[in-house]
């Protein structure tokens, strides 16, 4: 996907980029490319494919839930800043904050949101189970969002609990999610959340299967989840 077939296929979805918002994205692959040479981001470098895999499919969240607002956001293990800072890009009222256990990666993201001159971002590196227990953070956010972190029955626990009641929860999957929603139906009950809405559909150009599943929180989750690092990992919620 070139810049052009980039711009036009977000502007299909009704979202128009300014002058400003093309040149962070173009700031945004230097800096990943530049990064990725001394430290692991992403296997994927050359600028068509980062466009596609990277900048378009974060950004697919946003053609199924208005976030063209303020709006707080949590992104659970973003990695290289996948999908909140293509996200926040687009919508500069969002306030977005970003949790990863990995130091490096924080560094990384703390650099790149001086680069592109962000406002409204914050960084933590914490381990998502410890995130979650933590009452700053506990059930404090308008949206929870996570891309290919864990299969759902496992990221239920890492991500429903930060969600506020009311809020929403979304899951960002690739061609096996609905087998996972199956297996997740009784975590997410457990944890307080309820499908609201699903929808399937094809990456343009290269046409593989992605899955946006969006939870609505319908009650607080008990205050034992997520349990201790490591542990909804080995046991998920039975």
């Given at each position: 996907m070139n810049k052009e077939q980039f711009?036009?296929?977000?502007?299909?979805?009704?979202?128009?980029?300014?002058?400003?918002?093309?040149?962070?994205?173009?700031?945004?692959?230097?800096?990943l490319v530049e990064w990725n040479e001394k430290m692991n981001l992403t296997a994927i470098t050359d600028e068509p494919s980062v466009y596609l895999k990277h900048f378009y499919d974060s950004i697919?969240?946003?053609?199924?839930?208005?976030?063209?607002?303020?709006?707080?956001?949590?992104?659970v293990g973003a990695g290289a800043g996948f999908p909140s800072i293509p996200i926040k890009i687009c919508f500069p009222e969002l306030e977005v904050t970003i949790v990863d256990s990995l130091n490096k990666r924080i560094g990384f993201l703390e650099h790149l949101a001086k680069e592109l001159k962000l406002e409204n971002v914050n960084f933590v590196h914490a381990r998502a189970e410890?995130?979650?227990?933590?009452?700053?953070?506990?059930?404090?956010?308008?949206?929870?969002?996570?891309?290919?972190?864990?299969?759902?029955?496992?990221?239920?626990?890492?991500?429903?609990?930060?969600?506020?009641?009311?809020?929403?929860?979304?899951a960002m999957k690739g061609a096996a999610a609905k087998d996972e929603l199956v297996d997740a139906e009784k975590p997410l009950a457990v944890l307080g959340a309820k499908i609201q809405d699903k929808h399937?559909?094809?990456?343009?150009?290269?046409?593989s299967e992605r899955n946006i599943f969006i939870f609505n929180k319908m009650k607080n989750t008990p205050g034992r989840y997520p349990r201790k690092p490591g542990i909804p990992n080995k046991t998920p919620i039975q």
């Open positions: 711009l036009a296929a977000l502007q299909e979805h009704g979202i128009e980029l300014s002058e400003k918002q093309q040149q962070q994205f173009d700031t945004y692959f230097n800096q697919t969240a946003a053609f199924y839930v208005n976030l063209d607002k303020k709006l707080t956001l949590c992104d410890d995130f979650g227990q933590n009452k700053k953070y506990r059930e404090q956010f308008d949206i929870v969002t996570a891309r290919a972190v864990a299969r759902l029955s496992v990221l239920s626990e890492l991500c429903v609990p930060l969600v506020k009641k009311g809020g929403q929860f979304i399937s559909f094809l990456l343009p150009i290269e046409e």
